[in-house]
Structure formats: structure tokens, C-alpha cells
């Protein structure tokens, strides 16, 4: 039998290569979103047999990698779909193979998304993430829950030299979150962590119950499980003889802004508390004011505004009459699929309605949706300070810093901050709009105007 030489093998490899689809590569395009322009990468490969497959990318909004269900390329036609997003992608690619012109449908929209072929998906640029070597010490922690039976891990980040410290304790928003509050590639707390140590004050941040290495189920949870959570992070703190026991204060950023006044309402050695985003009314009514303002910011009309308004109303109505769940559920399914289109309903994916079901139906979404945090403020004693964005569209300024304020007031505290912070939103980033589109494009993670107040404000107690 003949041998094949090297050069053969490399000439059989090229021409393997050159034979690849020309759909194959990288595809950067953007989309435009309520005034945005979102990043979006297709990452299509072939297999040995020749078979598609594709990844897609959204930088601006944290997403990577998800996977597409299917990949068909007929000559210069492209088709991209993903039952998950309920998304799919269909273009037209250039004579050269560089540029595909096409359109993304997805939740019964249509946009135009031209792509041009690169040689590297976009990198994330988060400027304010800490570098090592830190000039602070960083320590892994764990420690009980005794009343729920579960330890909980986390970073304290403290001061070289001097001590005891004044110590804050974060608490994120909702959601599954993370010691850093991870979202859209930012991670809020471990820039706030780092801010504050520099300036002197200790530090604890952890995961949530049954995300990273904390343990506990975080499904079950409510707003109350979460409450526990950070009391037991409080006494871990009082054993730390680096920490000062007489100067352990709360922060709560959104969901962690109800936390952090029912545990110092709770215990009445927690030295201050620090809300971001803090709700001051039910989560009722902050759901309504949220839904209503994301949709306005998008451009929707104030008709269609009031019917979806009109139907979440409803949805919360019959969670607040129906305790059973499977008998809520049905009839929220019911009023959700009657309140659309017969060409609306056949795009409708079952999977992701029961998901939104179940989220409804959930005990943490009965509790919050009820949860006046009104009686806890007017308890507080200790000194608060609280925060919202002038363009949060999530917990709005105006809807809850007045209720905090009125809050504070009546019961009596004497010693409290509240302020509303101009040109920034829910995650407290200097912005454009606030809408949540923009999370993910703006490099800033936290507004430096923000993190020195929290910090001249403790320092100042």
C-alpha cells in the first residue's frame, strides 16, 4: 500500500478545512432594543460529519453560550433556532461569506440583525473589578444557620492593621445570587466589598442559600428564610475578634433592601443599616409600578400599558384567593392564554408558561407579594441610610423613598439618609434610560459617586 506523506496529510487537511460550510464562524450583530443597541454573537461550528451546531453570545446582557436546537444551511440561506429563548434567526449570506442580512423573531417580535463574520467573539470590558495584589485581607468563611441546619459560605475582607473594624454585611436582590450579586458580567459586590475595605471597614459577603457553596434550598426559600440567614452571618461576625460586635451593620441591595430592616427591626445590636433599591411598599405594588415603567421606557402604548397592567392585577388576585397551588395555577394559566390572540397562543411554548407559572405559585413570590415592609422600618432605631436611582425602573425612586422616609418618621428615628440618586438606575450605574437592556452595555459597574457616600457615610457614624 502506498504511504501517504506529510505533505499530503497537510494538503488533505487544508482542502478538509476549505470544504467546511461558509456559515461557519464567528457572527457579531446588534440589535436595536428601546433605543439600545444589544450585542449579539453567533458562534457556528461544524462537527467531522459536517453537522451544525451553534452558540449565542449576548455580551451586553451577561449571556453565553446557550445553545441553539437547530442549524440549517441551504446554500446562502441560514437558519438559527432555540426553543429555550423562543428565538430563531433567519439571513441571507453575502456572495463573499462575509455579512449575512436577516431578521431575529422572538416573543412574536421581528427584528433586523445583520451580522459580519469576526475573528474573536467581543470581550466585556468591567473596568472597576479589583486587580490582586489587594492591600486588604481576604478570607473564606463559613458559618451555621442553626435554626435552618445549613452553613453558608462567603469572603470577609478586612483592614491589615488596626481593629477592631466596623463591619457590613451585604445582602443581594433577588434571584439565586451569588457572594459578588453576579449579573450581566458585573459583580456589584465584590467592587462595593473592595471600595469599603480600602476605606477602612470590614466586610462579609456570601452566597445565597444553595448557590455556590452555601448550602440550603433555595427554591423552597422565602424573603424571612433569607432574614435568618443574615442574622446567623450577624453573630458569625460577633465572634470575629477583628470585628468590633457594637459596629455590625446591614446592606441590602433591592430584595436584600426588605432583609436588612427586618433583621435590625429583629436585633437590636445591628449598628445601622444601608438600603439600595429598598422597597418601601408590597411587592404588589412594586410588580404593577415595574411592569408599567419597563414598558413605557420600551415604547408601548398606554392602552396596551393598562390592559398588562390590568392582567397581572388578576394573575396576583387569584394567588391572593387560591392558597392551593394546582388550583391557582390553572386558573392563572386560563386568564394568561385568554388574554391572547389565536396567533398569539400557537407561539406560545408550554414549557416556559409553566415555568412562569410555577415562579407565581412559588412560596418566596406569595410572600413578597403580600410583604408590607412598613411595620419593620418604623422599628428601626439605628441609624439608616437609604438610596434609589433617579432612573430605577425596577423599585422606582419616587414610588418607595417617600414610603421609607414617611416610614422613618412616624416611627420615630432621628438618625437617617435618604436620597435619590440622579442619572442612575436599579443597579445604580450611571445610565441613559434605566431600562434593563442597558445592564449589560454599560462598563461602569457602580457609580464611584455612590460607593464614596456609602463610605463617608459609615465612617461618619
Not at 387560591?322 to 396567533?343: P, Q, V
Not at 410572600?367 to 415592609?373: A, E
Not at 432605631?381 to 425602573?393: T, Y
Request: glycine letters at 8%.
Amino acid at each position: 500500500m502506498k504511504k501517504i506523506g506529510r505533505i499530503s496529510l497537510l494538503l488533505f487537511a487544508v482542502a478538509q478545512a476549505s470544504a467546511q460550510p461558509p456559515c461557519v464562524g464567528n457572527w457579531l450583530g446588534a440589535l436595536k432594543v428601546s433605543g439600545m443597541e444589544l450585542r449579539i454573537v453567533f458562534k457556528i461550528t461544524a462537527a467531522a460529519d459536517s453537522a451544525l451546531t451553534a452558540k449565542i453570545d449576548s455580551p451586553d446582557q451577561g449571556a453565553k453560550d446557550i445553545p441553539m436546537d437547530a442549524v440549517v444551511c441551504r446554500q446562502d440561506t441560514i437558519t438559527i433556532r432555540c426553543a429555550a429563548i423562543m428565538g430563531a434567526y433567519q439571513g441571507v449570506l453575502s456572495s463573499d461569506g462575509t455579512a449575512i442580512q436577516g431578521v431575529w423573531k422572538q416573543a412574536g417580535m421581528t427584528l433586523p440583525l445583520n451580522l459580519k463574520k469576526v475573528a474573536e467573539a467581543p470581550s466585556v470590558r468591567r473596568p472597576q473589578n479589583p486587580q490582586k495584589p489587594y492591600p486588604y485581607l481576604e478570607e473564606e468563611v463559613t458559618f451555621e444557620n442553626r435554626n435552618a441546619g445549613i452553613r453558608l459560605a462567603g469572603t470577609l475582607t478586612k483592614p491589615k492593621n488596626g481593629g477592631p473594624f466596623t463591619a457590613v454585611i451585604l445582602i443581594s436582590g433577588s434571584g439565586a445570587q451569588d457572594r459578588d450579586e453576579t449579573v450581566f458580567n458585573h459583580k456589584p459586590f465584590w467592587v462595593l466589598a473592595d471600595h469599603l475595605t480600602r476605606r477602612g471597614i470590614a466586610v462579609l459577603r456570601f452566597d445565597d442559600r444553595g448557590v455556590g457553596r452555601s448550602q440550603g434550598d433555595f427554591k423552597t426559600a422565602t424573603t424571612q428564610d433569607f432574614c435568618s440567614d443574615v442574622l446567623a452571618a450577624v453573630e458569625h461576625l460577633k465572634s470575629c475578634k477583628a470585628i468590633d460586635p457594637r459596629r455590625i451593620g446591614l446592606l441590602g441591595h433591592s430584595e436584600g433592601g426588605l432583609v436588612a430592616p427586618m433583621a435590625a427591626s429583629a436585633d437590636q445590636s445591628i449598628a445601622f443599616i444601608v438600603l439600595l433599591a429598598g422597597p418601601g411598599v408590597t411587592g404588589e405594588k412594586i410588580v404593577l409600578a415595574q411592569l408599567a415603567a419597563l414598558a413605557r421606557q420600551s415604547g408601548m402604548d398606554e392602552k396596551t400599558i393598562a390592559d398588562n397592567v390590568a392582567l397581572q392585577q388578576s394573575l396576583f388576585d387569584v394567588l391572593k384567593r387560591e392558597t392551593n397551588n394546582e388550583l391557582a395555577g390553572r386558573e392563572i394559566r386560563e386568564r394568561m392564554l385568554n388574554a391572547l390572540s389565536e396567533e398569539e397562543k400557537k407561539q406560545v411554548q408550554e414549557a416556559a408558561l409553566q415555568a412562569q407559572i410555577q415562579t407565581l405559585v412559588s412560596p418566596w413570590y406569595r410572600w413578597f407579594l403580600t410583604y408590607d415592609p412598613i411595620p419593620a422600618l418604623k422599628k428601626l432605631r439605628c441609624p439608616v441610610l437609604a438610596l434609589n436611582g433617579e432612573k430605577d425602573l425596577q423599585v422606582p425612586a419616587e414610588q418607595n423613598l417617600a414610603e421609607i422616609e414617611k416610614a422613618l418618621r412616624l416611627g420615630g428615628n432621628q438618625k437617617y439618609t435618604v436620597r435619590t440618586m440622579g442619572g442612575l438606575n436599579h443597579l445604580f450605574q450611571t445610565c441613559q434610560t434605566g431600562a434593563v437592556s442597558e445592564y449589560g452595555a454599560i462598563e461602569e459597574t457602580l457609580s464611584p459617586q455612590v460607593l464614596t457616600l456609602i463610605a463617608d457615610w459609615i465612617q461618619a457614624l
